[in-house]
């Protein structure tokens, strides 16, 4: 009987440590999976973060991708401004329309922890801002060498939220989006006028010379603007060369956001500017050119406390219809009617005409 009741037992016991294991195993497989997902998701964020170019794209893809790494209520990705007298505020990288303002105390700590370069895990917080109320924090520095660019955070309504091994995955994000950010910097101040922020003289050739070869391959037209500020001088002359710097400033969102996402401005000279309006006939660049001509018309920039404004004369090309199939006689016919825009008394559209 006893022996029948050990075999029982030894049974029992085998069939426990059986189940243990298996659970030991299938907790072991989640958390392989777990980490295989994290892997994957920090290469596919590394990828995509080494080929932005733009500060938008790199914010966009670090909040797309910290989401689907960790639970959240609240992601911050916040520049820290070091130019002189600055006191080292927190802003937006990229600020987007009803963007939740920070609290003064998340301010000053996020602040803090930037300046410190400290990554930390918080629990039991008590943030509190139109959003909701902050329990758990993730935070760390957006370093790159020495120089601190600012601090990635992520919060949580629910207390305890974040572990020690979610603060490393942040972490790694952290150091892939200053890379991200820098890069993108780099590349801004090769290929984008600081003063008006469209793209620069030879970046715009280039992507020019590029529409050129695909539109004789897909046998789609492209435009061609050539845009001068009528009397600029006279700005510089009466009130001086910050005025006119504060007017070309304020001109260049005018100019973008008069322009579909395909079209690409550049600043071609002092005042002068060129426009490329890819897959656009003559109807369609006319259009386009008088939108842009009655928009800065329209603008009345600040001088220095005096009120700044001008027109500007447009010539308009299009490609193959002007050019003959030569790039140089299409710059040559913008060129050309930009001039007889001016000769015709400014403030007009005017295209290529033989």
Known sequence: MW??????????????????SRRRAQVLAAQLHVRETELRVLHAAARELL?????????????????????????RMLALDADPGSQHQLRSFVPAPGEVALAPEEEGMLRRLALEKCAVLLHDLDLED???TIRSLLAVPLCLDDRVLGILAVGSQTPQAYTAAQLELLTTLGQQAASALEHARQQQAATVDSLTGLFLRDYFFRR??????RSARYGKPFALLMLDLDAFKEINDKNGHLAGDRYLRALGPVLRASLRLADLACRYGGDEFCILLPETDGTGARAIAERIRSAVAELVADGEGTPVRTTASIGLAVHPLHDGGD?????????????RAKRQGRDRVVPWAA
Request: glycine share 4%; charged share 25%; aromatic share 4%.
């Open 3 to 20: 022996i029948a009741s050990l075999a029982v037992a030894g049974v029992l016991a085998l069939s426990v440590g059986l189940l243990r």
């Open 51 to 75: 080929t932005s170019v733009d500060p938008v794209r790199v914010v966009a893809a670090v909040e797309r991708e910290t989401r689907r790494l960790l639970p959240l209520d609240r992601f």
């Open 130 to 132: 139109a959003s909701g």
């Open 208 to 213: 020019l010379q590029e529409e050129f070869h």
């Open 327 to 339: 790039l140089k006689a299409l710059l040559r016919a913008a060129d050309q009617a930009l001039y």
